[in-house]
């Protein structure tokens, strides 16, 4: 009669213990898979590659474009959902192959879907986790809550537009503070936009480059004219926080007067 208790509760712990490492899985999976891609693709997916490869590349365009695109967005949704070496080179590629227009709506779309991916795989992981206890958290941590929860499409979308903040790191720290996945979404997709205009815009001059033995310029996102409408937009963005900032230190200062 004594044992059955034990017996129960331990299939009890076996069966809660499960759906936790479950949740786990999604992330577990994408960080094996990213060590992986990072040690046998770093040699792979690179201009070079390109260069070799360009003849047969537009022969296929040319042949069937939209089997191309598919291609292409797949292989980009699975080098930015297992941070897999090779997302310049294949932000460039679309548009060596796409052209401006299309290269820029197929790498927008391409990166936005692969963030959506980690996200979500954090989110139903470490981020539920994490989220749980800011919840239960109060003094600074309930402030700072209370704070990204006020300016959260704004924070999102200069995570997206200041160039510094690696790409990775904008799609997992959202999902692991609890952001509203279809914000992430919508300011993922518009906040990339400057960036990958500008790598698209490489890709389309890449043939005349390829042609003269040299190499892609990226550093041309640094260059004034371009990295200066982008921090632009960056201090747009940052504008409506600054105000609810002061408006709220005003509003202090007079309950405090009164």
């Known amino acids: 009669m004594s044992e059955t208790p034990n017996t129960d509760s331990r299939s009890k712990d076996q069966s809660g213990s499960n759906p936790g490492l479950a949740r786990h899985l999604p992330l577990i999976a994408l960080a094996v898979v990213a060590v992986i891609g990072a040690v046998t693709l ?15 590349l537009i022969a296929f365009r040319d042949q069937n474009f939209a089997g191309l695109a598919a291609l292409f967005i797949g292989i980009y949704v699975a080098v930015v959902v297992f941070s897999l070496p090779g997302a310049a080179v294949a932000s460039v590629t679309g548009g060596f192959l796409f052209g401006l227009a299309a290269g820029t709506a ?108 040299g190499e892609p310029d990226l550093s041309l996102l640094w260059e004034p004219h371009v990295i200066g409408p982008i921090l632009g937009l960056c201090v747009l963005a940052a504008m409506p926080i600054v105000v609810k900032y002061f408006r709220g230190t005003l509003r202090g200062k007079r309950n405090k007067d009164s």
Do not use: Y
């Not at 770093?42 to 047969?56: G, P």
């Not at 941590?141 to 924070?155: C, D, F, P, T, W």
């Open 106 to 213: 197929l790498n927008v779309m391409s990166a936005t879907i692969g963030a959506a991916g980690i996200f979500l795989a954090a989110r139903w992981g470490l981020g539920a986790m994490l989220t749980a206890r800011i919840e239960a958290a109060e003094g600074r941590v309930q402030m700072l809550k209370q704070a990204l929860r006020e300016n959260e499409v704004e924070v999102l979308l200069l995570l997206r537009l200041v160039p510094a903040v690696p790409f990775f790191v904008a799609n997992l720290l959202p999902a692991l503070v609890g952001v509203k996945f279809r914000n992430f979404l919508w300011t993922t997709a518009v906040g990339i936009i400057p960036g990958a205009i500008v790598f698209t815009w490489i890709g389309v001059g890449v043939g005349a480059v390829f042609d003269r033995g």
């Open 42 to 56: 770093k040699d792979h997916l690179t201009f070079d590659t390109l260069r070799d490869n360009r003849e047969v």
